[in-house]
C-alpha cells in the first residue's frame, strides 16, 4: 500500500467505516462525495438541530468524530490524513432549516496521501485505535457501573494543550441532567424536534436508518408503544408538548433554585461523569486563529477548534471502549442555560473556559448494547 494512492474502493470503505460516528439524535449530518481522489464533507441541513443546537457545537463536534473515524481507518490502510477546513464551517448560520447538503459548498476536505515508513511504524501512537473498535463502539443508556481509573491517564490520546477533561461528581450529575431534560420538555421547539428524532415503533419508516430507537433509549416495550404515536402524528404530539411545558417550567424553575449537594462522595460502583472544556484563550493563541476570533465564536471556541475537540472526543469515547465501557453522552447539561451555569460553577470553569460536551462512562449492566442504526447499513 505504500507509495500508492487510495483506491476508489478504499475510500468507499473509509467513508462507510466513518458512517459509524456519533452524532446528536443520530440525525448523521455528513454528506461525504468522493471528488478526484479527496472526500469532501457538506452538512445536510434537514439533519441539523435547528432548536436543540443552534449553534451548531454538537454538529461540528460529530463531524471531528467523522474525522477522527476516518483516520484511523486510514492509518490502518497505512495512509497520513490530511484534513483541510473549508470557509463554509464557519457560514453555517446561512444554511436553510431544512433540505439536503448543498455539495458546492462542502465544510471541509480530507486528502489521504501514503504514510512515510517512520510514519507507519509509529500509527500505533498516532491512532491507537482499530477500525475495528470505531465499528464496535457503543452508547448505552441504561444502568452503568463505572471505573473511574479508565480516565485518570489519557497521555495516549494526545489531548492539545487547551483541552481537558474534568470530573463530575454523580449526585450533581443526576440534579443538572433532571434540570436540563426540564429545559427541553418546557420548549416546545426543542421538545418537538427531540420526538421528530425518536422511532419508537420497529415498524417505524427509519427505525432501521436514522435517530434514537427505543432500543437505544432502553425503553420497556409496553411504553414505547404507548408513546410511539405520539411521535409521527401532530395530533397527538402538540396537546402532549402543550401539557408537558408548563409542568417541565415548573419542575425546571424548582431546579434552578436548588443547590448542588456538597461534601458527598461517590457511591461505590456510580458511573463516572466527564466535561471536555476547552479554553478559549489558549486555544486563540496557536497557529490556527487569534483570541479575539476565538473568544467571539457562538460556540466559545472557533469552529475548527470545534472539529478539533470533536476528534479529541472520539478517541475518549474509543478509550472508554477499550477498557469495556460505554458512553452515555448528556448534551442538556449544556442545552439548558440553567444547568449550563451551575455545571460552570460546580467545576469552577473561568471566564475563557467552555465545556463542550458532558457523557458518563461505565460498564453497561446488560448482555448486549443495542446498535444504533446508519443510512449506510443494508436495507431491511
Known amino acids: 500500500m505504500i507509495g500508492e494512492s487510495p483506491s476508489p474502493e478504499l475510500l468507499s470503505d473509509l467513508v462507510l467505516l466513518a458512517s459509524r460516528t456519533p452524532s446528536p439524535h443520530n440525525t448523521q449530518p455528513w454528506s461525504p462525495q468522493i471528488i478526484d481522489g479527496t472526500i469532501e464533507v457538506s452538512i445536510v441541513p434537514g439533519r441539523t438541530l435547528p432548536a436543540g443546537d443552534p449553534t451548531f457545537r454538537d454538529v461540528i463536534m460529530s463531524l471531528g468524530a467523522w474525522i477522527e473515524s476516518l483516520a484511523i481507518g486510514a492509518a490502518e490502510a497505512g495512509f497520513a490524513t490530511d484534513v483541510t477546513v473549508l470557509p463554509a464551517l464557519s457560514e453555517l448560520d446561512s444554511l436553510p432549516i431544512s433540505g439536503p447538503a448543498d455539495v458546492t459548498r462542502p465544510v471541509f476536505r480530507v486528502a489521504l496521501s501514503p504514510a512515510d515508513h517512520d510514519a507507519t511504524e509509529g500509527a500505533s501512537n498516532l491512532h491507537p485505535f482499530t477500525a475495528a473498535e470505531v465499528m464496535e463502539r457503543r452508547v448505552y443508556r441504561g444502568a452503568l457501573v463505572g471505573e473511574p481509573e479508565v480516565f485518570a491517564h489519557l497521555d495516549s490520546l494526545q489531548l492539545p494543550p487547551w483541552l481537558s477533561l474534568r470530573s463530575l461528581d454523580d449526585r450533581a450529575m443526576k440534579q443538572l441532567s433532571t434540570l436540563g431534560i426540564a429545559f427541553t420538555a418546557s420548549h416546545a421547539t426543542v421538545a418537538?424536534?427531540?420526538?421528530?428524532?425518536?422511532?419508537?415503533?420497529?415498524?417505524?419508516?427509519?427505525?432501521?436508518?436514522?435517530?434514537?430507537?427505543?432500543?437505544?433509549?432502553?425503553?420497556?416495550?409496553?411504553?414505547?408503544?404507548i408513546a410511539a404515536p405520539f411521535t409521527r402524528r401532530a395530533r397527538l404530539r402538540d396537546p402532549l408538548v402543550a401539557v408537558a411545558g408548563p409542568v417541565a417550567r415548573l419542575l425546571e424553575g424548582l431546579g434552578?433554585?436548588?443547590?448542588?449537594?456538597?461534601?458527598?462522595?461517590?457511591?461505590?460502583?456510580?458511573?463516572?461523569h466527564h466535561v471536555l472544556v476547552a479554553n478559549s484563550r489558549a486555544a486563540g493563541i496557536d497557529d490556527i486563529l487569534s483570541v479575539t476570533e476565538a473568544m467571539d465564536s457562538r460556540i466559545g471556541v472557533t469552529e475548527p477548534h470545534a472539529l478539533e475537540a470533536g476528534r479529541v472526543l472520539q478517541r475518549l469515547w474509543l478509550h472508554a471502549h477499550r477498557q469495556g465501557l460505554a458512553i452515555s453522552p448528556h448534551s442538556e447539561l449544556?442545552?439548558?442555560?440553567?444547568?449550563?451555569?451551575?455545571?460552570?460553577?460546580r467545576l469552577g470553569l473561568s471566564r475563557s473556559d467552555v465545556a463542550l460536551s458532558v457523557f458518563s462512562a461505565g460498564v453497561a449492566q446488560t448482555d448486549r448494547v443495542p446498535r444504533s442504526p446508519?443510512?449506510?447499513?443494508?436495507?431491511?
Open 192 to 225: 418537538n424536534e427531540l420526538l421528530h428524532w425518536l422511532r419508537l415503533d420497529p415498524r417505524h419508516p427509519r427505525y432501521h436508518r436514522d435517530g434514537m430507537t427505543d432500543a437505544m433509549l432502553v425503553m420497556p416495550r409496553p411504553l414505547a408503544r
Open 334 to 345: 449544556i442545552d439548558s442555560p440553567a444547568a449550563h451555569g451551575a455545571l460552570r460553577k
Open 256 to 272: 434552578r433554585d436548588a443547590a448542588l449537594p456538597t461534601g458527598v462522595t461517590d457511591e461505590r460502583g456510580a458511573p463516572t
Open 374 to 380: 446508519r443510512l449506510t447499513d443494508p436495507m431491511r
